[in-house]
């Protein structure tokens, strides 16, 4: 089976510090990957190789078996458009736009945000927070952002789903609300990539990567 | 790609560093204003050289009974002398280098000195014997006269060849370093500029990093992000390159043709709205492509995420 993301051998270097060193990882359809780890360990650095946002210093970065480190930058992002969606830590939204224009953000370099108007409504009707979607982000609990922050990483119903420490600074009621998010997706056929150092969430995973 | 959303985001950035983007535009325009000016002043400055270079002689002084340098040992120039002279420059070996040449006596030289210094009080006290007969000679190629002064310097008779173009040649100095010292100021404006352009567009960028960063998770491209800046730059600067060449049109048009023109009557061929209109393109890419280069440079490190 071809893997979703697949790392090869890669490392990250960023002067004198070596965050990652020959690190291979692959993520499969259908499975929640977890990269667990301290703080500081490279989780995040790892996560933004795998999508693509960052070049690692060796090694190769596919993408249903295609290398992604030799395409331009436009190639690259239309390609992530439509390959993954990228949750960052704490969910973080674009101040004055209500949530259903955050949600519908990964539409607007297709100018698609007339036709994905309904499937945001959607994912925030389906995440649970669809009478929060004409309300400002300050106007939102942290779970509430996260959650908003997930539906806009799943508006152009990607087959990859990346996280960040998803479930950083939420309560056990929320942390658990998405990691349960989380685990549905992944049953719907979505690969999910996590970086995370909660218990719940790195015993819930399928797959665990450690970094040291 | 996507023209309204872009634009409304440019209008927004410019508002929102509205003193930033005066100073750009100021900068710019009085950077671009220099170059222009200098563009225009080495334009004037061919146009002379052709003009002038084209009209100057060679002339070849002979003795009279004052000098002692050259040849002469306080005799006047003998006709023989003088056919000599001429005998040479109808010579094969001479005249095909020789467009015309006349021949300037005593009396004539001294009409002309009157004419050319009659404000200054040395005309009152020359006479025409002090003043050196001369053959004026117009070369087919100016920049040969050397030939002419290897050949008659020397021959019993005359006192010297002199090419004109040596005393062109200090005002062309002079007009050059003025040239020059335009280009130095524009290139330390212009480096102004870009730094001021390159800081504008960073405040801008920072104020709206947090859109940027997630801009650039939910998968925009660079040149996605990067447009509305790099506009907001070129939109400046362009406005101050449109000064900048309204200026040199005016510096033209009413300073060089008006003002330039009667006071220095025909003496010179100047600078016209033709020339100012050549320029004016130029200030316009030279400004547009060094705020675009510059605000590309400033924007790329809000891209990484």
Redesign the interface.
Same mark, same amino acid.
């Given at each position: 089976m071809v893997a979703m993301v697949e790392l090869i051998d890669i490392s990250i270097v960023f002067g004198e510090v070596t965050v990652a060193q020959a690190l291979s990882l692959r993520l499969d359809p259908a499975t929640v990957h977890c990269v667990a780890g301290r703080s500081g360990s490279g989780k995040t650095s790892v996560l933004?190789v795998a999508a693509g $946002?960052?070049a690692p210093t060796a090694g190769d970065v596919l993408w249903e078996g295609e290398s992604v480190l030799r395409l331009t #930058? #436009?190639r690259?992002?239309?390609l =992530?458009?439509g390959h993954l969606g990228?949750l #960052?830590q704490g969910g &973080? $939204? &674009? =101040?004055g736009l209500t949530a259903v224009e955050n949600v519908l $953000?990964?539409a &607007?370099?297709d100018?698609r945000t007339k036709e994905l108007a309904s499937r945001a409504d959607d994912l925030l009707g389906m995440l649970g927070v669809a009478h929060r979607a004409n309300h400002y982000p300050e106007q939102l609990s942290g779970g509430e952002r996260q959650r908003v922050a997930l539906a806009?990483?799943l508006l $152009?119903s990607p087959r990859v789903l990346i996280v960040d420490e998803p479930t950083a600074g939420l309560d056990r009621a929320n942390a658990d609300s998405v990691i349960g998010a989380l685990a549905g997706l992944a049953s719907d056929g979505i690969g999910v990539l996590a970086a995370s150092h909660d218990q719940n969430l790195v015993s819930m995973a399928h797959v665990r990567t450690v970094l040291e | 790609m996507r023209l309204g959303l872009i634009l409304g985001e440019v209008g927004s950035g410019l508002r929102r560093n509205v003193s930033m983007v005066i100073s750009v535009v100021l900068v710019t325009f009085i950077s671009l204003t220099f170059v222009g000016a200098a563009i225009l002043l080495q334009m004037q400055i061919g146009q002379m050289k052709d003009y002038w270079y084209d009209r100057a002689q060679v002339a070849v002084y002979m003795c009279t009974d004052l000098d002692t340098t050259g040849t002469c040992t306080q005799s006047e120039a003998t006709k023989t002398q003088i056919d000599a002279v001429e005998a040479q420059l109808k010579s094969p070996a001479l005249a095909p280098y020789i467009k015309k040449y006349e021949y300037e006596t005593h009396d004539q030289a001294y009409t002309n000195f009157q004419e050319q210094l009659a404000d200054n009080p040395i005309a009152s006290f020359v006479t025409p014997e002090t003043l050196n007969e001369s053959f004026r000679v117009n070369l087919v190629d100016p920049t040969e006269a050397d030939i002419l002064i290897e050949s008659l310097s020397g021959s019993p008779g005359v006192q010297e060849v002199r090419d004109q173009r040596s005393y062109l040649d200090r005002i062309f100095a002079v007009l050059n370093a003025a040239s020059y010292t335009a280009i130095g100021v524009a290139a330390l404006m212009l480096v102004a500029a870009v730094l001021l352009i390159a800081t504008t567009i960073r405040l801008s960028a920072f104020s709206r990093r947090r859109e940027l960063g997630i801009m650039r998770l939910v998968g925009a491209s660079n040149r996605f992000i990067q447009t509305p800046f790099i506009l907001e730059g070129v939109f400046a600067a362009l406005i101050g390159s449109i000064l900048a060449s309204v200026a040199i049109v005016a510096i033209v048009q009413f300073f060089v043709q008006g003002y330039l023109t009667r006071a220095l009557q025909s003496t010179t061929t100047l600078v016209g709205l033709g020339d100012a209109l050549v320029v004016v393109p130029i200030l316009i890419a030279v400004g547009a492509a060094l705020a675009a280069a510059s605000a590309g440079v400033a924007i790329s490190r809000y891209l990484k995420v």
């Open positions: 933004r $946002l960052m #930058d #436009d690259l992002s239309e =992530r458009r990228y #960052d &973080v $939204l &674009v =101040r $953000l990964p &607007v370099p100018r806009r990483a $152009l | -």
